[in-house]
């Protein structure tokens, strides 16, 4: 359960901006969501500025990326004969270093750990992260964006470290969520508990994230639909009925769809999130429980989508209110305007 100074911390009175704040920095949007709180220790804020720090940190490696095969990674040798890693697994270690410095965050699950990591025994350490430190791996060769993706939650007893049930909580608890995109330009997408949604943009010459994006909603319809078409042979009978409706001709409903896919989660949520529309990756007959996973890739984003106003299921349940029973559990996810979310569900419970 989330004490008085975490609903202090993270509530819309202390984040809310009440006029516009574009042009400000992350740390300076952070610190003001603190000032003032008489509950307020620094540990939550001091938490996100790790995040912050290791999205500056998580970028010099990426913009690098290109240079791996000269330089030599994926557990090869570089020139120097040094054995050099993955860039999953650097963004996993450096977010890992982060985040166990300063002491608040107990245990995080991850995408890179099969099991838990422990980082503080403190019972003071009040805090669990679920993260995918680099989604969308497989596009990291072709200079594609890609992204890492978090979610900070509070843990629920005052104990000494953190086990499993401790992660097994429903997305609607999560105190924060975000995502760093490794695009064109690196940006911080951020909500934490009633604040709305808010985007920040680095600007490498100077070294921080300003914030861009101020309160972020979603469109209530959008015109673009974002699927692995290369699936639909293996989809149920209502999402193909759903995929032929979106690119049916009519003008009235605005039909047909676009259709844009990059295949990096971080990527084509960030634009349904901007642009509206859809994004859905639904369960299959060879992924019988979709392809995503729950903790730390579908309830980060659902938190994020809802509090921009979207919606965010699987087809027939809402994202938030699943309960984990595993650490890197699989869950059909749908994304994006409420709308367009509202009519794939028609489809999918053969309403349509
Ligand atoms: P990737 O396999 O490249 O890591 O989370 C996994 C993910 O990427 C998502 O980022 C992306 O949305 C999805 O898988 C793409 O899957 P498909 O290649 O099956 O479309």
Redesign the pocket.
């Known amino acids: 359960m989330a004490t008085a100074s975490d609903a202090q911390s993270t509530s819309s009175h202390s984040l809310q901006p009440s006029i516009s704040r574009v042009g400000i920095t992350l740390e300076a949007y952070i610190l003001e969501g603190m000032i003032g709180l008489p509950g307020a220790t620094g540990a939550f804020t001091s938490l996100l500025n790790q995040i912050g720090l290791t999205a500056k940190l998580i970028t010099s490696k990426v913009r690098r990326a290109g240079l791996a095969n000269i330089l030599g990674y994926t557990g090869e040798t570089n020139v120097q004969g040094e054995q050099v890693q993955k860039l999953d697994e650097v963004a996993n270690e450096t977010l890992l270093n982060a985040l166990g410095r300063r002491g608040h965050c107990a245990a995080v699950a991850s995408e890179e750990l099969e099991e838990l990591r422990i980082l503080s025994t403190d019972p003071r350490a009040r805090y669990l992260v679920v993260t995918d430190p680099l989604?969308?791996?497989?596009?990291i060769d072709v200079n594609i964006s890609i992204g890492t993706i978090f979610g900070i939650l509070r843990k629920a007893e005052d104990k000494a470290g953190a086990d499993i049930s401790d992660f097994m909580r429903p997305g609607h608890e999560l105190l924060a969520a975000g995502y760093i995109l490794y695009g064109s330009s690196t940006m911080l997408v951020i909500t934490t508990a009633g604040s709305g949604v808010h985007g920040f943009t680095y600007d490498p010459t100077v070294g921080e994230f300003f914030l861009s994006h101020e309160n972020i909603r979603i469109p209530e319809r959008g015109a673009i639909y974002s699927i692995?078409e290369g699936n639909s042979a293996r989809w149920t009978e209502g999402v193909r009925r759903w995929n032929a409706w979106v690119k049916e001709e009519d003008k009235a409903t605005g039909r047909p769809y676009a259709c844009r896919y990059v295949?990096?989660?971080v990527a084509?949520a960030h634009r349904t999130l901007l642009k509206g529309g859809i994004f859905a990756?639904p369960a299959d007959q060879k992924s019988k429980n979709g392809?995503?996973r729950l903790l730390y890739?579908a309830n980060p984003y659902a938190f994020i989508f809802e509090a921009a106003g979207g919606r965010a299921s699987t087809g027939t349940e809402r994202i938030l209110d699943i309960t984990p029973t595993e650490l890197h559990q699989r869950v059909p996810l749908v994304l994006g305007s409420p709308h367009d979310v509202e009519i794939f569900e028609e489809f999918v419970r053969g309403a349509r």
């Not at 989604?135 to 596009?139: F, I, K, L, V």
């Open positions: 989604d969308g791996s497989s596009n692995n295949g990096s989660l084509d990756y392809k995503l890739e």
